[in-house]
């Protein structure tokens, strides 16, 4: 499970074709140039692979910071080109691109199938918690998922912005999962606060929350979430909104599963949207980074509690009450 798979907005092929398939690896910092030619060549679409990935176990699918499109730091990168494209002809035309080295390159002709799927089946489910599962589409669920308190979230993961996959997704999940368990969660109203896919805000409507915010400065964010909630059954429960349209309230649930640095930039307006007494979670923070988190938010909060897992942090605190 080391892909991460996209179609560009500029064009939307018909995925059941022959394709030649370009291959050719390259670093975090080359990407965003090969990527540039590629899709001025004519690539219908990109896909990445950890090229230091080195078990089938491995799970690399991001959750995205606000803003952020994290990637691995040496990839294998295939392109989709139409079928009947000239290899040697699109070649010198890559060639001709200043400043990047095209001598690793490989192609091939791939048959026919659906790409996407294919890619799609790659993933399983996965289990946060006692009993918070993230289930692709059109996969059965496991014996384990068919308890009647299973809350199940159905999810394409992608480009889109999250399958829950990442330790800072899996520990808001686990997080909701322990809230849900306590009771705590129950028809109350939950935040989101850069809400990518949606992942964290259904997981909790699932696990008994009454109503769901969203709040993602990328409107393709706003889309996902929405069409998410759609998908699961629960776009009467959650509003989508950009910062600039969202309502000045407090809830008495908030994640806020973005970088730290935006953490602590935005410390003010999180505290901010936490009721009294009311808690919130904060992932996406690196180790190392939780300290000046804790002294920045020391001043809203109290009963600060950390979980980690790998390289990443996640604090969860409480909102102090007026004396």
């Known amino acids: 499970m080391f892909f991460r798979h996209y179609f560009h907005p500029f064009t939307q092929p018909d995925l059941t074709m022959p394709w030649l398939q370009l291959t050719l690896p390259v670093s975090q910092a080359q990407f965003p140039a090969y990527e540039a030619a590629l899709e001025n060549a004519g690539a219908l679409s990109v896909t990445l692979q950890d090229a230091d990935a080195e078990t089938p176990d491995e799970q690399a699918i991001f959750e995205p910071g606000v803003g952020e499109t994290p990637l691995w730091q040496q990839m294998m990168l295939s392109a989709?080109?139409?079928?009947?494209?000239?290899?040697?002809?699109?070649?010198?035309?890559?060639?001709?691109?200043?400043?990047?080295?095209w001598s690793a390159v490989a192609f091939e002709t791939v048959e026919d199938q659906d790409w996407e799927r294919a890619w799609l089946d790659q993933f399983q489910?996965?289990?946060?918690?006692?009993?918070?599962?993230?289930?692709?589409?059109?996969?059965?669920?496991?014996?384990?998922?068919q308890s009647t308190d299973a809350a199940i979230i159905r999810l394409d993961?992608?480009?889109?912005?999250?399958?829950?996959?990442?330790?800072?997704?899996?520990?808001?999940?686990?997080?909701?999962d322990t809230l849900a368990d306590e009771g705590?969660?129950?028809?109350?109203?939950?935040?989101?606060?850069?809400?990518?896919?949606?992942?964290?805000?259904?997981?909790?409507?699932?696990?008994?929350?009454?109503?769901?915010?969203?709040?993602?400065?990328?409107?393709?964010?706003?889309?996902?979430?929405?069409?998410?909630?759609?998908?699961?059954?629960?776009?009467?429960?959650?509003?989508?909104?950009?910062?600039?349209?969202?309502?000045?309230?407090?809830?008495?649930?908030?994640?806020?599963?973005?970088?730290?640095?935006?953490l602590d930039e935005l410390a003010e307006v999180i505290a901010g949207q936490v009721a009294p007494g009311g808690v919130l979670a904060m992932?996406?923070?690196?180790?190392?980074?939780?300290?000046?988190?804790?002294?920045?938010?020391?001043?809203?909060?109290?009963?600060?509690?950390?979980?980690?897992?790998?390289?990443?942090?996640?604090?969860?605190?409480?909102?102090k009450k007026p004396a």
Request: charged residues 20%; glycine residues 8%.
């Open 184 to 262: 705590t969660l129950q028809g109350r109203e939950v935040l989101d606060f850069g809400c990518g896919s949606g992942i964290l805000a259904l997981a909790a409507l699932k696990l008994g929350a009454a109503t769901a915010v969203g709040i993602d400065n990328d409107p393709q964010a706003v889309i996902a979430t929405t069409d998410n909630a759609e998908r699961n059954g629960l776009a009467t429960q959650i509003q989508v909104y950009l910062p600039e349209a969202a309502p000045a309230r407090q809830y008495p649930v908030v994640l806020a599963n973005i970088l730290a640095s935006a």
């Open 283 to 319: 992932s996406g923070i690196l180790l190392g980074q939780e300290d000046e988190l804790l002294l920045r938010y020391a001043a809203w909060f109290e009963d600060f509690q950390l979980a980690t897992q790998e390289d990443w942090v996640r604090i969860t605190a409480r909102r």
């Open 157 to 176: 993961p992608g480009l889109a912005f999250g399958s829950g996959t990442h330790p800072t997704t899996a520990l808001c999940l686990e997080w909701l």
């Open 80 to 101: 989709l080109f139409e079928g009947d494209t000239d290899a040697a002809a699109l070649l010198a035309q890559l060639q001709a691109t200043p400043a990047l080295d």
């Open 125 to 145: 489910p996965m289990r946060f918690g006692r009993r918070t599962w993230i289930v692709p589409w059109d996969h059965a669920l496991p014996d384990a998922a």
